[in-house]
């Protein structure tokens, strides 16, 4: 596989676990990437080296909120331990090591666009974790969001919860590949197949304030990675969305979580505790 195939967004992210987290198989999916994309991975290593010289002495609390990639997975998991005993859709799973953690017979659907699953279905079986099922899946193709829903969910015996992290602040509000469309296709997804489910992003969420530092990492990243991201003006505006295409949601309380993050080690807890609201997740049921 070529590195052009494999989303660098996602390759970031596993490498962020990697260097300044415990998170369980966050180094071992690491290692894996660092064989099959010498060349990507040596270079986003080198990026996040020179990061940690450049921006942790000059802006210390701008560099912890680094400790998101963490944060937002705590988040994500904490909000579907409240929905109980569910089986589980991640949309763009990427490199996450999530559906690796959960192996006690509920059904764990990891998609993503199809050369990065294949790749993490390959690095999985490495890992041993053949509980997983892995799937090529663009949820804005409701067509093919809902054949999912027939070949793994048909007469689910347990709620489905969707379920995406760093994936729909790409994606502007309106127009055929908008945050709304998706919503309202995960919205029909849940009508058909699980009513009582439930949808869990901390993608919805806003950076209140941006300091000239992290315009200037907004810019780099945009340029770098080709990616632009659309926060919501503020939580209502997120909770409007939802609400005008069919859910009843809630942005849940995080900051009980933050103590208990390994990449406490690495970062500022009075600069992670203070962001923590940047990364809380969002549970959606449908509304009656
Ligand atoms: C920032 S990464 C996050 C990956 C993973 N959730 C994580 O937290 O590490 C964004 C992911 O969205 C996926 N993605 C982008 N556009 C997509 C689309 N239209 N359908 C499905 N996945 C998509 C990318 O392939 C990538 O894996």
């Known amino acids: 596989m070529q590195k052009s195939q494999i989303s660098r967004t996602a390759l970031t992210c596993a490498a962020l676990r990697a260097r300044y987290t415990e998170m369980p198989f966050a180094r071992e999916i690491f290692g894996y990437l660092q064989s099959y994309h010498p060349a990507g991975t ?3 290593s080198s990026m996040l080296a020179f990061g940690d010289i450049a921006f942790r002495r ?3 609390n701008r560099y912890s909120q680094l400790a998101y990639v963490e944060g937002r997975y705590c988040s994500t998991s904490d909000a579907l331990s ?5 089986h589980i859709l991640e949309i763009a799973s990427g490199l996450s090591p999530r559906g690796l953690c959960f192996d006690n017979g509920r059904v764990y659907v990891e998609s993503d666009l199809p050369d990065i699953i294949s790749q ?19 949820p804005f193709d409701l067509e093919s969001l809902l054949s999912v829903g027939r070949e793994f969910f048909q007469d689910s015996d347990l709620p489905i919860a969707i379920v995406h992290e760093g994936f729909l602040g790409y994606f502007p509000d309106s127009g055929k590949y908008s945050k709304r469309t998706a919503i309202r296709n995960f919205r ?20 209140k304030k941006k ?7 907004g810019f780099l990243a945009s340029s770098i990675y080709r990616i632009r991201l659309y926060p919501f003006e503020d939580d209502k505006a997120a909770l409007t969305l939802l609400k005008e295409e ?11 979580l933050i103590q208990n993050l390994s990449c406490l080690k690495n970062f500022r807890h009075a600069a992670v505790s203070a962001a923590a609201h940047e990364y809380r997740a969002c549970l959606a049921r449908l509304s009656c």
Do not use: M, W
Request: aromatic fraction near 10%; include cysteine.
């Open 246 to 256: 069919g859910f009843s949601a809630e942005f849940l309380p995080n900051s009980h």
């Open 211 to 217: 300091s000239p530092a992290l315009k200037l990492l």
């Open 42 to 44: 040596r270079a986003i």
């Open 58 to 60: 000059v802006s210390p």
């Open 120 to 138: 993490k279905k390959e690095i999985a079986l490495q890992l041993g974790a053949k509980h997983l099922h892995f799937k090529a899946l663009n």
């Open 82 to 86: 409240r929905v109980g005993a569910c």
């Open 188 to 207: 029909i997804f849940l009508q058909e197949f699980s009513p009582n489910g439930a949808y869990i992003t901390p993608d919805l969420t806003f950076r």
